[in-house]
């Protein structure tokens, strides 16, 4: 109970800002959040991302809908304490640029002084995933965990890692690029033609792939009727569903698991950390086989010294980790800068 | 220039403890120095290490060796502000127990206790390569920099990581056990029967059984002449000298070379450290053959984002290290104590 239920008037210049926004800008839509200041939710507002259709048009989508989410709240914009924006791709953390959104076909855009020119509030950037695991951190699967390292296999391989109540990152930009660190020197090529990378040996595309092949040879006739050949039709779904029937299908998310699995303890090894949460659109598809098997591995293969200091854990906020993890962050690094200077 | 060479006479309470410890606790030797409160050398005092003396004759020799660094470095033992022990093996953090050392033969140490009752000051307990990682960023390769992460290629693969100006550590353990990553599925065991760890695949050892066999075949008849076949007798020394000269030599330190650069690859995607700090006895044998190889391996494969992030150096401390490190954190950590509590 606060001070203002209990009916007591206190200074309001004296309170923390009473509402936090969380924004998730994707590939193809975008989603906004306002909470209160114990963070619960009080109004949203979604959007389809458009990237085709330029910059310019993309900040005053991203306003607008931040506006509907405002308005959707019943709250006052004015009391808004600050906005957290998760954004994909290469990030400048001191000016708050993103540099280049392939899936949008954006470069350099001037997301934080856009904003804050437009809410008059401070607007904090940061890149999606780690806002993601920043969430899982505050109010999901590593809730308060001294370390807490992420992991996101969909048709890329995300991660993030909070250390100490803050996202882990490099000078000036993001890391924790679990996707590209090299695991198979053998392995076929990714995106970036290096081989044997992580995302080229157990992305949700690379799944999609061998099912395709599976399907295409007979060996997994109920893929192939509901899905057909085509990658593109072959979602996480699909796979989640084959992978109970077909045993080619199961063996081919196995395998990937396995490699998600030694990634897991490179992660442990390196970094020790006390949660390992798996997310992502295929863990989401298929949670008990996937984790299953990853913990199987990560069990087998982690030193004795490691052994009990962590558990894996299936992430809990889902879509919505973004927003939770983006407002949070903007609400903790706003009230850190603003303690330093009072 | 400080007050007390200005001939003014501050209250000694008000003025941070004016001398630290270092100790480092090797397999074979053990090395104490005494520091000024700039960290400048003021004595030191070696001894053998002789673990299968026992923990109580062990802890023992470890005070003795201080008492000794103390007394060559003629300061009031009253006057020592801290002392940082700089340990092998697995370590509870929290209360100093040195966990196993292998290399000693001795189990549940407790370390920090027994030199607090000896001293009556207060000691750290710090593992050997986070304090040496530690000590390049203080006073060496990595000074002052956001992240460093060290490498220390020898008998094993050790590896640190300090971040905002702390060590990188698990909840009550060491981490960046950097010669356990898994490397290569199919490569050959290491010491803990894992396959292809980058230990499995680089460390002195892998190295020198590899020129044994160069040796045996005729291919490396230098090294055959002044070391033989006997892996104990081909040491880093031998090794870099006969790179100069074999080309099957050469051959074998480049391959492994790679095999770290890899990893570094690794380390730069999940950390995005500043500096990359190369270190151990292989790189101080032959830094020219080694680093050149993996900053090269480092800069084909590193993915674009990180391009210009990092630097690879090598560590200026040496043997070293580990005594600056270990006084460097004890003085951080105690400081720190001390202005939380006042």
Known sequence: MTDETLGICPNPDSLP??????????????????????????????????GNEGITEGLSR???????????????PQRIGGIGIGCPGPLDLNTGVLKEAPNLGWKNVPV???LENEFNCRVVVANDVDAGVFGEYKFGAGKNARCVVGIFPGTGIGGGCVYEGKIFHGANCTCMEIGHIPMVPTGPLDGCNNPGSLEAMASRLVIAAAAAQAAFR???????ESSGTDIRNIRSGAIAEAAVNEKSIRAIVEHAADHIGMAV?????????DV???????VEAMPEILCERIEKTVRKRVLPAFEDVFTIKVAELGDEATVYGAAAWAASRINASTTRSS
């Open 265 to 273: 303890v490179t992660l442990i090894h390196l970094l020790a950390p």
């Open 62 to 76: 991203i306003a607008r809908t931040i506006q509907d989410a405002i308005q959707n709240a019943e709250v006052d």
């Open 276 to 282: 390992v949460v798996l997310g992502g659109g295929l």
């Open 17 to 50: 800002p009473p509402y936090w926004v969380g924004f998730d800008l994707g590939g193809t839509k975008m989603l906004a959040t306002v909470f209160d200041r114990e963070f619960k939710k009080l109004g949203r507002a979604k959007r389809k991302s458009r």
């Open 112 to 114: 934080q002084e856009y």
């Open 218 to 224: 007979g060996q997994a006739p109920s893929l192939l």
